[in-house]
């Protein structure tokens, strides 16, 4: 599967951003699919996962009550809405998928298949 990622850009703090993870190819299948991030000099991590089939999501405790994940599947697009974003929400954004059932939905070996990143900035 291969996974594109877009919507990244700037913004101010407190504005919001959406982006978008839409998937392709031949084999697809996907358990779930997840956001996580990368700052520079700082380790990727979490942002938020949802699972495929029923929809449950999973959220970074530093995201929670701003972002949401939601999916479509008619369009094979998985979307994560980001409000009220601050400034240490810049980062790289990657979009992953999960191709068998996951232990966690957290960690990033979880997921597969990984997207290229998408850069967003949120100035003060």
């Known amino acids: 599967v291969q996974l594109q990622a877009s919507g990244g850009g700037l913004v101010q703090a407190g504005g919001s951003l959406r982006l978008s993870c839409a998937a392709s190819?031949?084999?697809?299948?996907?358990?779930?699919r997840g956001w996580f991030r990368q700052a520079p000099g700082k380790e990727r991590e979490f942002v938020a996962s949802?699972?495929?089939?029923?929809?449950?999501?999973y959220y970074a405790d530093s995201v929670k009550g701003r972002f949401t994940i939601s999916r479509d599947s008619a369009k094979r697009t998985v979307y994560l809405q980001m409000n009220n974003v601050k400034p240490e929400d810049t980062a790289v954004y990657y979009c992953a998928a999960a191709l068998s059932p996951w232990l966690t939905a957290t960690t990033s070996t979880d997921f597969g298949s990984w997207g290229q990143g998408t850069q967003v900035t949120v100035s003060s």
């Open positions: 190819g031949r084999a697809f299948g996907s358990y779930g």
């Open positions: 949802i699972r495929w089939s029923g929809g449950s999501t």
